[in-house]
């Protein structure tokens, strides 16, 4: 190239007196640079291996320099933000919408999952609140009947003995007592009947109408049971036969006692027939029978139709005790008591039946009969 130098052909000096003699040659381009000293000192068209060397070294380095400074002004004009910030911006503030809007559905996220539980803790909550009022009303309940039974008072048992020490000081052959406590659990079939050593045996069964009453309450029709309500409360003889006729007469009435277990009570006249109990036809039942009947017939709700005033005849009635009767009398000297009574909250079920003692021994032995029931009825 026009003025520059190349490497192993260096121009030859020129003269002294040729350089001064000629000021600015037409020819020569004024673009050339002045030779070098160290060129200068060098003899013409010889290079020696060390400037070779040198000059290569110089090259590296200078490149070398400039690849620094290079990197140098690139990391510097990149922290300015001159270059490559725009982009890093948008891509940190997309990674930071990003960030955010992540940061929100995972809140949102956990707030439902909060939500959600609390809810289902609440609801789980109330169930347990709601199981619990269940079983706490439960164990209420359970508690309150277990109260009600064990504050229920205790049924007051009559006992055989308290009865045979009255009987026995009258008779232990003519007089027979039974006594039964009645409350909402009596069966009159299987109930245990306090009884004195007499009181299944069969004796006169004067002004005992409890068997055709049962029986037309059980079997009879209309009829049958109407009479039989007259004769109860009006201890009527009449209205008792017509029953006993309506049942199919005195035979349907025995089938009835022994199909209820009634083993002792079998009739085989008419109420009030004198003469066919002295011809041999008796009417017989026992005092264990007859208080279960009257077990019985209260259970029917028809021992207010029992009325009759025992007081009138010579019992003595304990003061608050209420007594529903049935008295018989006359027949082979017999002279009976029927009761349901009731004190203290109780009631019990009473019978008396007596041969050869007359009324004023019948109505002294029931009048001790009842003192021992109402004290009984009192614990």
Sequence with gaps: ????????????????????????????????????????????????????????????????????????????????????????????????????????????????????????????????????????????????????????????????????????????SDVAVAALVIDDDTDAADATVAATTQAGTQFVAAGLYLPVYLAAQSNGDDNAKSQASVMMSDMDNGAGNAAAAALGGWSSVNSWASSNGYGNTTFNRDYGDVAASNAGYENYSSAKDATRMLAAVDAKGASDLMNVDIASEGVVIPSGMTVHAHRGQGIQNTWNYFAVVEAHGHKAAVSVVTQNQGQAVAAELMSKVLASVDSTLDQ
Excluded at 37 to 56: E, F, I, L, M, P
Excluded at 105 to 115: R, T
């Design 1 to 172: 190239m026009s003025g520059s130098t190349a490497q192993g052909a260096m121009p030859m000096p020129m003269p002294a007196t040729a350089a001064s003699s000629v000021s600015s040659p037409s020819n020569i381009s004024t673009n050339t640079p002045a030779i070098p000293a160290a060129v200068q000192s060098v003899g013409a068209g010889h290079v020696d291996g060390t400037n070779k060397g040198s000059n290569a070294l110089i090259v590296v380095l200078l490149v070398s320099i400039c690849a620094v400074a290079l990197a140098i002004g690139l990391f510097i004009t990149h922290a300015m933000g001159v270059w490559g910030s725009s982009d890093q911006t948008q891509t940190a503030q997309t990674s930071s919408a990003e960030s955010v809007e992540n940061d929100e559905q995972s809140d949102n996220s956990a707030d439902s999952k909060g939500s959600s539980s609390k809810n289902r803790k609440k609801t789980d909550s109330g169930k347990d609140t709601s199981e619990d009022s269940e079983g706490a009303d439960k164990s209420k309940s359970d508690t309150k009947k277990e109260t009600g039974k064990e504050s229920k008072p205790a049924v007051p048992v009559i006992t055989s003995s308290q009865l045979s020490d009255i009987a026995d000081s009258y008779s232990s």
